[in-house]
């Protein structure tokens, strides 16, 4: 049974950081392209992240670029997304996702999603 299990949510002041991390039980994630997506109250699910296999490579959205870091550690079968200089508007709940094929910026093209965590940005 394949599970992806977010942490490190919670409550922050706006310019304040904050490290989310995914752990991959039940697939070897050297074999996953992950990401990371966002959704805010009211709002549609968007791309925040993505990573490919090796972690040469990553994506970010527009709205997080310079500011949010995604990163693996596929020894560890982990997946993490550094948030700093957070914004008001960054309040969403993060989900950690996993792709067999190339990482992208489609919720259509993951597989296999996590239940979220709370992050929550006070201005």
């Known amino acids: 049974q394949v599970q992806l299990v977010e942490s490190g949510g919670g409550l922050v002041q706006a310019g304040g950081s904050l490290r989310l991390s995914c752990a991959a039980s039940?697939?070897?994630?050297?074999?996953?392209?992950m990401g990371w997506f966002r959704q805010a109250p009211g709002k549609e699910r968007e791309f925040v992240a993505a990573i490919i296999r090796s972690g040469s490579s990553t994506t970010h959205a527009d709205s997080v670029k310079g500011r949010f870091t995604i990163s693996r550690d596929n020894a560890k079968n982990m997946v993490y997304l550094q948030m700093n200089s957070l914004k008001a508007e960054d309040t969403a709940v993060y989900f950690c996702?996993?792709?067999?094929?190339?990482?992208?910026?489609?919720?259509?093209?993951?597989?296999?999603w996590g239940q979220g965590t709370q992050v929550t940005v006070s201005s």
């Open positions: 996702v996993a792709a067999a094929t190339m990482a992208s910026v489609r919720a259509q093209d993951y597989r296999y």
């Open positions: 039940g697939l070897s994630i050297s074999t996953y392209a």
